[in-house]
């Protein structure tokens, strides 16, 4: 069947453009595309605690550091795990439990920026009640372009020893798009239809200062399952990265083993509706919207070498309950010997 190719700028992918809608998309990188294979890499498990950089995120210093987490002297708060860092603007307190029957739990109010960089992720991983996903519309805002973000985020990652991120998602929050999405999500909130304990805000407040990119990275490309081990969402402002959640979990090695060839994703494709209909909720597959190579974490063959980074097929696909707000789910297959993984019906 005859497929168009083109080139993924930012995501250094071969993408095999469907000839039509009823084809999924297939993204894969250029080293397989020229040999068939790719490698497998020893694996090691990262600790952002112990190489903790804080002034990286902010510079006004530490106010008080426990043991997971710090709070900076702009009440601004860096959080971390071994495998993630998280970090956030805040301004004031509020009562979490106000309006409840329980005691009152003062609790750190979200900045504005905070704010909006949760309106920008549900833009981009689908707005409530309808799934709708925006997309970029401007690469120029008053005080900063989606180029010189781009760098911001990246030189931040660099400098947190992460390498090789590539930027596949990005969305402008314009203030137009702030007041108009902060609008839809207040009016949510007061009529009952999107819950939350956090105070509304009031968005018609931002102004151009506000402005950024809302951007996405992964290591090993885009994937709904195993590929949010090694991902990396920022929005960054005139002022710096404002709002980050980096997941890195291991430190790729040296190659441990080399394929001779990796499963082909038709055997995927045939696999995964025998996999639903195996599993413990079994829906009817209606679409598959997208197959990518990339990697996730997992033991060795021979477990005494511990953990490895293997090439997978993560397949992003539409069931019977995807209904009218288009939700979409998930599944890894192993592209080394095709045996599933995991997915959203294990």
Known sequence: MKRSVAILLCLGLLCITPASLAEPEILVPDAYTQTGTLPVYKATARNFGETLQPELFNGSGIASRGDWTLTYNDEATLEWAPEALFYREYSGTFNANAGTEYPAAITARPALSSAIASLASWAMFGWPYGGTVFTLEKTTLTHLTLSQAQTVFETLLSQLGLKGYTCDYALDMSLERIHTLGDSMNAMIQSGAFSTNIPPCDYQLATAEDEGFYLSYHLYGHADGAGDQFSAYALVTARGVVDASIRDAYIPGEVYEMPEA?????????????????????????????????????????????????????????????????????????????????????
């Open 262 to 346: 990796l499963v082909s994703p038709e055997t995927v494709l045939a696999a995964l509706p025998k996999e639903i209909a195996a599993s413990r909720y079994p829906e009817k597959l209606v679409r598959v919207l997208r197959v990518e190579l990339t990697y996730a974490a997992m033991r060795a063959s021979k477990k005494a070498d511990g953990m490895v980074l293997s090439p997978i097929w993560s397949v992003t696909y539409q069931d019977e309950m995807a209904g009218e707000e288009g939700y979409t789910s998930w599944a890894d297959f192993d592209a080394v010997d095709g045996k599933l993984l995991n997915a959203i019906f294990k």
